[in-house]
């Protein structure tokens, strides 16, 4: 599965990246842990943070189990697709959040790829 590892890996790596620009921004405009408001760039940061974790603790799980009704290659073609949506995303919204479309769109097919896919292989499996 080194298709699915490396989707894996570079999901991982924007959350980190994500990460660490939040916490740069509460460095550079002085917004101490725990608050999250006060400054525009901060609260966009975060929120892009935020709404990248919510959407991952979707796509890990959909992404291996996809892996073993699509294939490791398919799969790990639309992980890395919901990565470059992340990361569209994160670009976009950080200069204008009603802008967050495309990368919105970049991310939710793939997961919407991966429930169809992994449900109608379930259901076919339980029909037999």
Not at 32 to 47: I, L, N, Q, V
Request: charged share 15%; with cysteine; hydrophobic share 55%.
């Amino acid at each position: 599965m080194v298709y699915t590892t490396l989707a894996t890996l570079a999901s991982v790596l924007v959350l980190f990246y994500f990460m660490m620009r939040v916490g740069a921004m509460r460095g550079k405009t002085g917004i101490s842990a725990p608050a999250c408001t006060g400054d525009e760039m901060f609260e966009k940061a975060h929120r892009v943070h935020m709404n990248s974790i919510e959407q991952f603790v979707m796509f890990l799980p959909m992404l291996w189990l996809a892996a073993h009704v699509v294939g490791d290659l398919y799969a790990g073609i639309a992980g890395v697709v919901w990565v470059f949506g992340r990361l569209i995303y994160g670009q976009a919204y950080m200069k204008e959040p009603k802008s967050r479309s495309i990368g919105m769109l970049f991310t939710t097919v793939p997961l919407v790829y991966f429930i169809v896919m992994v449900g109608w292989d379930a259901i076919e499996k339980a029909m037999m």
